[in-house]
């Protein structure tokens, strides 16, 4: 069975930091491309960044570029979202995923999800 299990959200102030964690049983983050999504309140769900298989390519949304880094440990099935410079419009459930088929940027393309952490940026 594939689970990805998101961690690390919290409440943080404007302009600090956070780091999440997204879990995967087996060897499916040594396998696929893993992405980022993020879905805020009455609002589409957004995607973040995606890494490839070994880490050597990633791509950002633009609301993030410059802010967000995305890496991965595949000894350890994890991939990491390091969150910067964080703004109030930062807020939401940030999910992970795996294994897109076709366009990364499309949340419909990914097979596998997370069931997301929260976010919370206050001003």
């Known amino acids: 069975q594939v689970q990805l299990v998101e961690s690390g959200g919290g409440l943080v102030q404007a302009g600090g930091s956070l780091r999440l964690s997204c879990a995967a049983s087996g060897r499916i983050v040594s396998t696929y491309p893993m992405g980022w999504f993020r879905q805020a309140p009455g609002k589409e769900r957004e995607f973040v960044g995606v890494i490839g298989m070994s880490g050597g390519t990633v791509y950002y949304g633009d609301s993030v570029k410059g802010r967000f880094t995305i890496s991965r440990d595949n000894a350890k099935n994890t991939v990491f979202l390091q969150m910067n410079s964080l703004k109030p419009e930062d807020t939401a459930v940030y999910y992970c995923?795996?294994?897109?088929?076709?366009?990364?940027?499309?949340?419909?393309?990914?097979?596998?999800w997370g069931r997301g952490t929260q976010v919370t940026v206050s001003s």
């Open positions: 995923a795996a294994d897109p088929d076709g366009s990364y940027r499309d949340p419909e393309a990914f097979n596998y």
